[in-house]
């Protein structure tokens, strides 16, 4: 082929680069990973063809690189290797053709797909070589396949045609000539081009280089002195840890890798390090963070996992692969076993991923496993970190939902300010005829363990866990039961208890009391008899399967309060308490007596006040008990008391 030829692209190839060039790609810069990571390919493709042909090493031997070349008078960026090349049919085959098979359901897919939906094309269709017209308006590729004689010089504008022309070239490999746009000059730079190759291509195995001006002492100058020379530089570490052997890698270099990927200042709490082999191989480096880094506490929450595929980056924040309750992990998975749709970034829903999460989520789950039982006093300040996060995994991972609420921990009624106790511990000490698991929800323990709620349970010697987590409420929803024991608030329903004829005589003294305060009260559904209370007055409950006082405080901050129901909540009053029995002897003596609605509003306030939650009208209640004071003559309650006497 001694004469230029002109080839035309395919009608629908013609379209596609132009999607490519003007609105498919989200960030122009990937052009150069496509580049490189091509660069790399035909480096690893001569290496293997080699083995079966060694001539084809002969005119360059193996000192693989792959060298970014700026030329800032043409405004023209090089990526040059000297992997295995391409003949004239080869290079008509692959640059001249894309996805020779589904381009044209490929691109009715992307012209029915939003904008912001489109995913950015690589791997399988064949055209990441394509995205380098992003940045150029004319692309030249330079290259002879090793073992043969003449090389071949294709270019493009990318628009309706190509040509090929046979050209001398004595070494073996590629080389492609970018001439820049004029808005993309900023790719002549060589801090942008350093900060793509460490963002996209770091660990690729072999060299990448390039010219850079370095400082140097003047020859026989003064001291201090210096002159600038050009020389190249590897712009890549090479250094992809999670491919070594565990038992290879020091934990300073763990340490190091770790802080880089994870922007932590400390080192890692625990290093899972291993490799899956069989049907489906991949590599896995993940790391437990001793402390929660500060995109916790703002943004949404992302997963924490770098995706490779041979050494190329693809994505971070790789929620297929790990899922969100677990997003504390960081770390990198390679693996060339993984399925890619159009785009690298977007991972296909199928058997393979759902196999590889399934490993790193059974890997990690193990490790806190272990952790727990081995180190307790390490996983009580991972869990005092990471713990809530993990209790999402119950409502989200369903098929691990056990396993999860094996490694809770919980403060309860029996434990210190600082111990904690587990679901296992707690059935382990549960007394004889306990066969419920209590807990009660607040915001604050020094709160809820005061609970009137608890009064009861705690006499019986019955523990309760105080859950203080936003998710709580969501962990006992989903988790239902532990170990064949169900989970009771201990502030819902009525406790199991029954009654003496004592008691049912005392409700039915009080009857029309109860009658009485529950007219005197809007939003309350029930007054009755407590069994929960031993020293309060009175205490609020929810159905059932009411919505607890907890939640709706959660949904207000929200605002969401709105999607609520309306409160209709119990109000348990305690027979016994001196301030319940004033209150029905002043209704027996005169139900119309101001003073009993007042002491059935200050009642039902003072056991909102004990679950947490605020008055609607604190200034009605203020003014209830200056009427109160009021109404109390010292003169006359020194009488009543001598008469008494």
Same mark, same amino acid.
């Given at each position: 082929?001694?004469?230029?030829?002109?080839?035309?692209?395919?009608?629908?190839?013609?379209?596609?680069?132009?999607?490519?060039?003007?609105?498919?790609?989200?960030?122009?810069?990937?052009?150069?990973?496509?580049?490189?990571?091509?660069?790399?390919?035909?480096?690893?493709?001569?290496?293997?063809?080699?083995?079966?042909?060694?001539?084809?090493?002969?005119?360059?031997?193996?000192?693989?690189?792959?060298?970014?070349?700026?030329?800032?008078?043409?405004?023209?960026?090089?990526?040059?290797?000297?992997?295995?090349?391409?003949?004239?049919?080869?290079?008509?085959?692959?640059?001249?053709?894309?996805?020779?098979?589904?381009?044209?359901?490929?691109?009715?897919?992307?012209?029915?797909?939003?904008?912001?939906?489109?995913?950015?094309?690589?791997?399988?269709?064949?055209?990441?070589?394509?995205?380098?017209?992003?940045?150029?308006?004319?692309?030249?590729?330079?290259?002879?396949?090793?073992?043969?004689?003449?090389?071949?010089?294709?270019?493009?504008?990318?628009?309706?045609?190509?040509?090929?022309?046979?050209?001398?070239?004595?070494?073996?490999?590629?080389?492609?000539?970018?001439?820049?746009?004029?808005?993309?000059?900023?790719?002549?730079?060589?801090?942008?081009?350093?900060?793509?190759?460490?963002?996209?291509?770091?660990?690729?195995?072999?060299?990448?280089?390039?010219?850079?001006?370095?400082?140097?002492?003047?020859?026989?100058?003064?001291?201090?002195?210096?002159?600038?020379?050009?020389?190249?530089?590897?712009?890549?570490?090479?250094?992809?840890?999670?491919?070594?052997?565990?038992?290879?890698?020091?934990?300073?270099?763990?340490?190091?890798?770790?802080?880089?990927?994870?922007?932590?200042?400390?080192?890692?709490?625990?290093?899972?390090?291993?490799?899956?082999?069989?049907?489906?191989?991949?590599?896995?480096?993940?790391?437990?963070?001793?402390?929660?880094?500060?995109?916790?506490?703002?943004?949404?929450?992302?997963?924490?996992?770098?995706?490779?595929?041979?050494?190329?980056?693809?994505?971070?924040?790789?929620?297929?692969?790990?899922?969100?309750?677990?997003?504390?992990?960081?770390?990198?998975?390679?693996?060339?076993?993984?399925?890619?749709?159009?785009?690298?970034?977007?991972?296909?829903?199928?058997?393979?991923?759902?196999?590889?999460?399934?490993?790193?989520?059974?890997?990690?789950?193990?490790?806190? $496993? +272990?952790? #727990? =039982?081995? @180190?307790? &006093?390490?996983?009580?300040? %991972?869990?005092?970190?990471?713990?809530?996060?993990? /209790? !999402?995994?119950?409502?989200?991972?369903?098929?691990?939902?056990?396993?999860?609420?094996?490694?809770?921990?919980?403060?309860?009624?029996?434990?210190?300010?600082?111990?904690?106790?587990?679901?296992?511990?707690?059935?382990?000490?549960?007394?004889?005829?306990?066969?419920?698991?209590?807990?009660?929800?607040?915001?604050?323990?020094?709160?809820?363990?005061?609970?009137?709620?608890?009064?009861?349970?705690?006499?019986?010697?019955?523990?309760?866990?105080?859950?203080?987590?936003?998710?709580?409420?969501?962990?006992?929803?989903?988790?239902?039961?532990?170990?064949?024991?169900?989970?009771?608030?201990?502030?819902?329903?009525?406790?199991?208890?029954?009654?003496?004829?004592? $008691? +049912?005589? #005392? =409700?039915? @003294?009080? &009857?029309?009391?109860?009658? %009485?305060?529950?007219?005197?009260?809007?939003?309350? /559904? !029930?007054?009755?008899?407590?069994?929960?209370?031993?020293?309060?007055?009175?205490?609020?409950?929810?159905?059932?399967?009411?919505?607890?006082?907890?939640?709706?405080?959660?949904?207000?901050?929200?605002?969401?309060?709105?999607?609520?129901?309306?409160?209709?909540?119990?109000?348990?009053?305690?027979?016994?308490?001196?301030?319940?029995?004033?209150?029905?002897?002043?209704?027996?003596?005169?139900?119309?007596?101001?003073?009993?609605?007042?002491?059935?509003?200050?009642?039902?306030?003072?056991?909102?006040?004990?679950?947490?939650?605020?008055?609607?009208?604190?200034?009605?209640?203020?003014?209830?008990?200056?009427?109160?004071?009021?109404?109390?003559?010292?003169?006359? $309650?020194?009488?009543?008391?001598? @008469?008494?006497?």
């Amino acid at each position: 082929m001694s004469q230029v030829q002109t080839h035309e692209f395919r009608t629908e190839l013609e379209q596609l680069l132009d999607i490519i060039v003007h609105s498919l790609y989200s960030e122009r810069e990937i052009f150069l990973r496509e580049l490189l990571s091509n660069s790399s390919d035909a480096i690893d493709k001569l290496r293997f063809e080699a083995i079966r042909e060694p001539a084809l090493l002969e005119d360059a031997g193996t000192d693989w690189e792959i060298e970014l070349r700026v030329d800032r008078d043409t405004k023209t960026l090089h990526v040059i290797d000297n992997g295995i090349g391409m003949s004239a049919t080869t290079i008509v085959d692959q640059l001249g053709t894309i996805a020779r098979s589904g381009t044209r359901e490929f691109l009715s897919a992307l012209r029915e797909a939003e904008a912001s939906d489109r995913p950015e094309l690589i791997g399988q269709f064949g055209v990441g070589f394509y995205s380098a017209f992003m940045v150029a308006d004319r692309v030249t590729v330079f290259t002879r396949h090793a073992g043969e004689e003449h090389g071949v010089k294709w270019e493009s504008e990318g628009k309706g045609s190509y040509t090929l022309e046979e050209i001398e070239r004595p070494e073996r490999g590629t080389e492609v000539v970018l001439h820049l746009r004029d808005d993309a000059h900023e790719f002549l730079e060589e801090h942008v081009l350093r900060r793509i190759v460490k963002k996209y291509s770091d660990f690729l195995e072999h060299p990448i280089v390039m010219e850079v001006d370095v400082q140097k002492p003047l020859e026989g100058g003064e001291e201090g002195e210096t002159m600038t020379v050009r020389e190249k530089q590897t712009l890549n570490s090479r250094q992809a840890l999670w491919l070594r052997d565990p038992r290879e890698v020091d934990p300073a270099e763990h340490e190091e890798f770790y802080r880089q990927i994870s922007h932590d200042f400390e080192a890692p709490a625990r290093t899972i390090h291993f490799k899956a082999e069989g049907t489906l191989e991949y590599r896995a480096l993940l790391y437990l963070p001793k402390k929660k880094p500060l995109d916790y506490y703002w943004g949404e929450p992302k997963a924490g996992l770098q995706l490779y595929i041979q050494r190329v980056f693809i994505t971070s924040d790789c929620e297929e692969l790990l899922p969100l309750h677990l997003r504390f992990v960081k770390g990198v998975v390679d693996s060339s076993d993984l399925p890619l749709n159009v785009s690298r970034e977007m991972l296909q829903k199928n058997r393979v991923v759902e196999q590889i999460k399934k490993g790193l989520v059974n890997k990690v789950l193990r490790t806190l $496993e +272990e952790t #727990k =039982e081995k @180190e307790r &006093e390490d996983y009580e300040s %991972f869990f005092a970190e990471f713990g809530a996060t993990l /209790k !999402e995994g119950v409502a989200n991972d369903p098929a691990n939902a056990q396993r999860i609420a094996k490694l809770l921990l919980f403060h309860s009624t029996r434990t210190g300010d600082d111990a904690t106790v587990d679901l296992d511990t707690y059935l382990e000490r549960m007394p004889e005829g306990q066969d419920t698991i209590w807990y009660l929800i607040g915001e604050r323990r020094s709160l809820i363990e005061r609970s009137p709620a608890l009064e009861a349970l705690r006499e019986k010697g019955q523990e309760v866990l105080l859950l203080t987590d936003p998710v709580d409420e969501f962990l006992v929803a989903h988790l239902g039961e532990y170990e064949g024991r169900k989970l009771k608030a201990a502030d819902r329903g009525e406790l199991p208890e029954g009654e003496s004829k004592d $008691e +049912e005589k #005392k =409700e039915e @003294e009080l &009857e029309g009391l109860f009658t %009485f305060v529950k007219t005197a009260l809007s939003g309350v /559904k !029930e007054v009755r008899a407590s069994h929960r209370l031993r020293e309060s007055a009175a205490v609020l409950v929810a159905d059932e399967h009411g919505v607890s006082a907890h939640m709706e405080r959660l949904m207000k901050r929200m605002g969401r309060g709105e999607e609520l129901p309306p409160r209709e909540r119990v109000l348990e009053l305690n027979p016994d308490h001196a301030a319940v029995r004033t209150m029905r002897t002043l209704h027996d003596k005169d139900p119309s007596d101001p003073r009993v609605e007042d002491y059935a509003h200050l009642l039902y306030e003072q056991a909102v006040i004990a679950e947490g939650s605020t008055v609607d009208d604190p200034a009605a209640m203020a003014a209830r008990i200056n009427r109160l004071i009021a109404r109390t003559d010292p003169g006359e $309650e020194t009488s009543e008391r001598a @008469e008494a006497n």
